[in-house]
């Protein structure tokens, strides 16, 4: 296969496709639109040191900033190129498990290249989000009958939200504010590996409804997406494997031709075979694991209720089931893909299965393009079919500025999270630089979250779901804080907890000020936070 590759490169096909690609009005007008909605997403990030008050420091999240830290975590293990990950949240991690390759990959790459870890996360951010957007155009144009339905799906994917800006002031809380699978913009918003995920999935769809793109490469392409799928979005993998056998079903009932059934086989086949190695191993070392075992029955993350999440698409759930009502979808192979997935979509949100609201990944994409679809049959003329496309962008900005604002708030509030004390960010860096053989550190909760991205230590809690039993850990680092009995009893419960040092930064102070603290070595300063050994004995 790669023979005749390098053939077709030398023999000019595929560079004269490129050119063509490149001079090709329509898109570069979709490329300028991607990288617009990219850079609204990166000035947030951008303007957020300009809110911080004197003496504070910018985390380099805005939204989730729990789970932010906890990719640098897993960042920072990988910058050693083992590619072996020890939940850093853990005080007893256990051995070292292949799991969260893609930070670690990530964290690796910051390190040969020498850039500062948030740096490269949020670069990556950044790349995956167009190759979202990109993969999302081309299935739009493969997809879609007419240009007014392409490009309104794929501007709907590129800014579209739901009503969630307007519904919370009813005191509801729509998916399209917290939940970035959700949402395009807004996974593009949140972290590296939803869009990404997003990407892998839309083009693995694209090449198995349509298997004459990339003829050559098309196997191996569905496999790095099935391999993708397994690294970054395991669960998603079986959900569109159900949409896509239900929708051969369907175009069987249809009459679908043979050579369909064999290519659908083909390019299954090729999805599955990088995807199910990957998924067999994450779910034997999860069931072997016990601290594994404990995160996993931890990590809930039930679909809200069902206002939540049809609020949450709002307007383009409202045209896309115009679409599949009045457009001419279900007359089409890959319309009647559309609905099969976006269908699907909704029902598979209730599942019962842990990971509920992880399944709404994708789901914006099939939406977007009936609404698109639905956009077109009833706009019968262009300055009608701008209007309605203007009124569902700006009933999505609401959400938007939700969003985006919440975060950009929080910094100039000095909200724990988003932002940390200069004295805090110092003494964790030198922490970093100074302590090794991976000790146990007590710190408060937000600081517990900081530490494992910052230096190779420990923990009691830093994370809800990576800290195995979270709530009796969260319990025990509030009652070691707050220890006001005898000091050597203190340290005595210390070290049962096999605590070795207690960072004791701004957060800390607020949690009280143990009596144990007397008793406790000095060990470091920075600023207004301290650092202390455990004595041992």
């Given at each position: 296969m790669w023979g005749g590759l390098r053939g077709k490169w030398r023999g000019g096909r595929y560079r004269r496709k490129i050119s063509a690609v490149l001079h090709n009005h329509e898109l570069r007008w979709a490329a300028g639109l991607a990288l617009l909605a990219v850079v609204l997403t990166s000035l947030p990030f951008l303007v957020a040191p300009v809110l911080l008050e004197t003496g504070s420091?910018?985390?380099?999240?805005?939204?989730?900033?729990?789970?932010?830290?906890?990719?640098?975590?897993?960042?920072?293990?990988?910058?050693?190129?083992?590619?072996?990950?020890?939940?850093?949240?853990?005080?007893?991690?256990?051995?070292?498990?292949?799991?969260?390759?893609?930070?670690?990959?990530?964290?690796?790459?910051?390190?040969?290249?020498?850039?500062?870890?948030?740096?490269?996360?949020?670069?990556?951010?950044?790349?995956?989000?167009?190759?979202?957007?990109?993969?999302?155009?081309?299935?739009?144009?493969?997809?879609?009958?007419?240009?007014?339905?392409?490009?309104?799906?794929?501007?709907?994917?590129?800014?579209?939200?739901?009503?969630?800006?307007?519904?919370?002031?009813?005191?509801?809380?729509?998916?399209?504010?917290?939940?970035?699978?959700?949402?395009?913009?807004?996974?593009?918003?949140?972290?590296?590996?939803?869009?990404?995920?997003?990407?892998?999935?839309?083009?693995?769809?694209?090449?198995?409804?349509?298997?004459?793109?990339?003829?050559?490469?098309?196997?191996?392409?569905?496999?790095?997406?099935?391999?993708?799928?397994?690294?970054?979005?395991?669960?998603?993998?079986?959900?569109?494997?159900?949409?896509?056998?239900?929708?051969?079903?369907?175009?069987?009932?249809?009459?679908?031709?043979?050579?369909?059934?064999?290519?659908?086989?083909?390019?299954?086949?090729?999805?599955?075979?990088?995807?199910?190695?990957?998924?067999?191993?994450?779910?034997?070392?999860?069931?072997?694991?016990?601290v594994l075992f404990a995160w996993n029955a931890q990590n809930l993350t039930p679909t809200p209720g069902i206002m939540e999440v049809l609020l949450g698409y709002g307007l383009v759930l409202i045209l896309a089931v115009v679409g599949m009502l009045l457009g001419n979808a279900r007359g089409r192979s890959s319309g009647r893909l559309l609905i099969t997935w976006a269908i699907l979509g909704f029902f598979m949100l209730y599942l019962p299965v842990s990971l509920q609201r992880r399944l709404t990944l994708g789901l914006f994409i099939p939406l977007a393009a009936l609404a698109g679809v639905g956009l077109d049959a009833i706009a019968s003329t262009r300055r009608r079919f701008a209007l309605l496309m203007a009124a569902t962008i700006a009933l999505?900005?609401?959400?938007?500025?939700?969003?985006?604002?919440?975060?950009?708030?929080?910094?100039?509030?000095?909200?724990?999270?988003?932002?940390?004390?200069?004295?805090?960010?110092?003494?964790?860096?030198?922490?970093?630089?100074?302590?090794?053989?991976?000790?146990?550190?007590?710190?408060?909760?937000?600081?517990?979250?900081?530490?494992?991205?910052?230096?190779?230590?420990?923990?009691?809690?830093?994370?809800?779901?990576?800290?195995?039993?979270?709530?009796a850990q969260k319990a025990l680092v509030r009652e070691l804080w707050n220890w006001d009995g005898d000091p050597v009893l203190g340290l005595q419960a210390l070290r049962a907890a096999g605590v070795e040092y207690a960072f004791y930064g701004e957060e800390e102070k607020k949690l009280g000020i143990p009596s144990w603290l007397s008793l406790a070595e000095f060990a470091h300063r920075e600023g207004d936070s301290d650092l202390y050994k455990v004595p041992e004995r």
């Open positions: 420091t910018f985390s380099g999240f805005l939204i989730n900033p729990v789970d932010g830290f906890s990719y640098l975590a897993k960042m920072r293990q990988g910058a050693d190129l083992v590619f072996e990950i020890r939940l850093p949240y853990a005080p007893e991690p256990g051995p070292g498990v292949l799991l969260f390759v893609y930070q670690l990959i990530l964290g690796g790459i910051s390190s040969v290249i020498g850039l500062p870890q948030i740096l490269t996360y949020h670069a990556a951010r950044v790349l995956g989000a167009l190759a979202m957007l990109g993969s999302s155009y081309f299935f739009f144009v493969r997809t879609l009958p007419t240009p007014r339905a392409k490009w309104a799906a794929f501007v709907l994917t590129l800014f579209g939200s739901g009503v969630g800006g307007i519904a919370l002031l009813m005191g509801l809380l729509p998916i399209d504010l917290w939940v970035p699978e959700a949402i395009p913009f807004l996974s593009a918003y949140a972290n590296a590996h939803f869009p990404l995920a997003t990407a892998a999935l839309i083009t693995s769809v694209t090449l198995i409804l349509f298997p004459k793109i990339l003829p050559d490469a098309r196997q191996a392409v569905l496999f790095l997406g099935g391999l993708l799928l397994a690294l970054l979005q395991p669960f998603t993998v079986a959900a569109i494997g159900i949409v896509l056998g239900v929708w051969l079903v369907v175009e069987r009932l249809h009459g679908t031709q043979a050579v369909q059934l064999r290519s659908w086989v083909v390019g299954m086949t090729a999805f599955l075979a990088g995807a199910l190695p990957m998924l067999v191993y994450t779910l034997g070392v999860i069931r072997r694991h016990p999505s900005v609401p959400s938007h500025l939700v969003v985006i604002g919440s975060g950009l708030v929080a910094v100039s509030r000095g909200e724990a999270g988003v932002v940390m004390s200069e004295s805090d960010q110092a003494l964790l860096e030198w922490i970093g630089l100074n302590i090794s053989e991976d000790p146990l550190i007590l710190a408060g909760l937000e600081s517990g979250n900081r530490l494992p991205a910052y230096s190779d230590v420990r923990v009691l809690y830093g994370h809800p779901f990576e800290t195995p039993h979270s709530d």
